[in-house]
T-cell receptor, first 112, second 113 residues
Framework: AQSVTQLDSQVPVFEEAPVELRCNYSSSVSVYLFWYVQYPNQGLQLLLK??????LVKGINGFEAEFNKSQTSFHLRKPSVHISDTAEYFC??????????FGTGTRLTIIP | NAGVTQTPKFRVLKTGQSMTLLCAQD?????MYWYRQDPGMGLRLIHY???????AKGEVPDGYNVSRLKKQNFLLGLESAAPSQTSVYFCASRKGNRNSPLHFGNGTRLTVT
């Protein structure tokens, strides 16, 4: 079955420290990969997407993600986080059909 | 530039009551989706539509019905609300090509007592 795994449900990080949010998916087919961010009491916003080409993708708010085909991963990183990055982050994968499959989300908490 | 608009934003229902959630998009998107979000479970797809007049079931369709009579609107109905349907409901839309991202509404918080 096609699935998306975000192993960390919660990640606490000190302000100005780096962070990595992990995402793995299970498929050998060609995929399109997305990261979304959800701020409190809001809908989801697109953070970045990987379609093809360079495996390092840059998104909004200083985030970037690296596509690793051999490890079927698409981890999200930021070198220095801010209080305003407190949110829930969702990895999503299009496995080649009409639907987008979401991970269960990672809640990022920034500690002042 | 409204994007995806959901109404209402909040609703409280008693068990057994019915209601309809409205989603409207002004981006001329072909595909539209209804998700529910529950703590620790991420987003689960209820129903979706790939075009006007067509709908399909997602992973958790039971207890819900949908209609897409116009391209810009996607309605989600609860025929007989149950406490298990207490959730936050999100509508999303996208263009028809596979690499298009989803655009989300701000959600409807539904409580069934």
């Amino acid at each position: 079955a096609q699935s998306v795994t975000q192993l960390d449900s919660q990640v606490p990080v000190f302000e100005e420290a780096p962070v990595e949010l992990r995402c793995n998916y299970s498929s050998s087919v060609s995929v399109y990969l997305f990261w979304y961010v959800q701020y409190p009491n809001q809908g989801l916003q697109l953070l970045l997407k990987y379609l093809s080409g360079s495996t390092l993708v840059k998104g909004i708010n200083g985030f970037e993600a690296e596509f690793n085909k051999s490890q079927t991963s698409f981890h999200l990183r930021k070198p220095s986080v801010h209080i305003s990055d407190t949110a829930e982050y969702f990895c999503a994968v299009n496995f080649g059909n009409e639907k987008l499959t979401f991970g269960t989300g990672t809640r990022l908490t920034i500690i002042p | 530039n409204a994007g995806v608009t959901q109404t209402p934003k909040f609703r409280v229902l008693k068990t057994g009551q019915s209601m309809t959630l409205l989603c409207a998009q002004d981006m001329n998107h072909e595909y539209m989706y209804w998700y529910r979000q529950d703590p620790g479970m991420g987003l689960r797809l209820i129903h979706y539509s790939v075009g006007e007049g067509t709908t399909a079931k997602g992973e958790v369709p039971d207890g819900y019905n949908v209609s897409r009579l116009k391209k810009q609107n996607f309605l989600l109905g609860l025929e007989s609300a149950a406490p298990s349907q207490t959730s936050v409901y999100f509508c999303a839309s996208r263009k028809g090509n596979r690499n298009s991202p989803l655009h989300f509404g701000n959600g409807t918080r539904l409580t069934v007592t």
